[in-house]
């Protein structure tokens, strides 16, 4: 029996792009730059693998709090705790 307990699991709909949406990504989602202190949404994009936080982040609300290479380190409220994400700006989109 395959091991069915790994990150992606039970993310079939969440980790999918619509018909409209599949191939390659825009470029400008990887140029994006957000500035310290900004609100940004984590909205992962399935078709970029690099820099993909883990899915339960998948919606969430978070503000940036630094860059670390091409990543940005995001703070995102997980219950009672502040998680430290380290997410590449295709998987951001700022808030409206």
Request: proline letters at 8%; hydrophobic letters at 25%.
């Amino acid at each position: 029996m395959p091991n069915s307990k790994g990150e992606r699991k039970d993310t079939r709909d969440k980790l999918s792009n619509s018909v409209r949406d599949r191939g390659a990504s825009p470029p400008s989602g990887a140029v994006q730059e957000f500035e310290e202190g900004a609100k940004v949404h984590v909205k992962i994009d399935p078709s970029v693998p690099e820099g993909r936080p883990h899915p339960k982040f998948q919606g969430r609300t978070g503000k940036v709090v630094g860059e670390q290479g091409r990543a940005f380190e995001v703070e995102v409220d997980d219950g009672d705790s502040t998680k430290t994400l380290f997410v590449r700006p295709q998987h951001l989109a700022e808030q409206g």
